[in-house]
Nanobody, 127 residues
């Protein structure tokens, strides 16, 4: 059983950056693919980015490409989401999630593929 705890959210002005962290415990983090999702008020939870257990595979939502970077440090049992050039429309609660890694490059953009979720961290971008 993997427990995930996000941190690093906050209030920033448009154009600035934030780095979210996802600390994992209770399982072998290095065997899990990881994803970041977000949910804005009144909207469904949506995919942001995902990374394979090896760190060699990554996938991004179109809204994140070129601005966000997902990474992980398996030695620290921690995943990251670096968010640059933030926009007001990035305002949401951000969740990290984990699922068994399957293959070296495996990632998934589907919420249904993830077994473990964190409690979320709020990101608010002001204009």
């Amino acid at each position: 059983q993997v427990q995930l705890v996000e941190s690093g959210g906050g209030l920033v002005q448009a154009g600035n950056s934030l780095r979210l962290s996802c600390a994992a415990s209770g399982g072998t983090f290095s065997t899990y693919a990881m994803g970041w999702f977000r949910q804005a008020p009144g909207k469904e939870r949506e995919f942001v980015a995902a990374i394979s257990w090896s760190g060699s595979g990554a996938d991004y939502a179109d809204s994140a490409k070129g601005r966000f970077t997902i990474s992980r440090d398996n030695a620290k049992n921690t995943g990251y989401l670096q968010m640059n050039s933030l926009k007001p429309e990035d305002t949401a609660v951000y969740y990290c999630a984990a699922t068994y890694g399957r293959t070296y490059y495996y990632t998934s953009s589907s919420r249904n593929e993830y077994n473990y979720w964190g409690q979320g961290t709020q990101v608010t971008v002001s204009s």
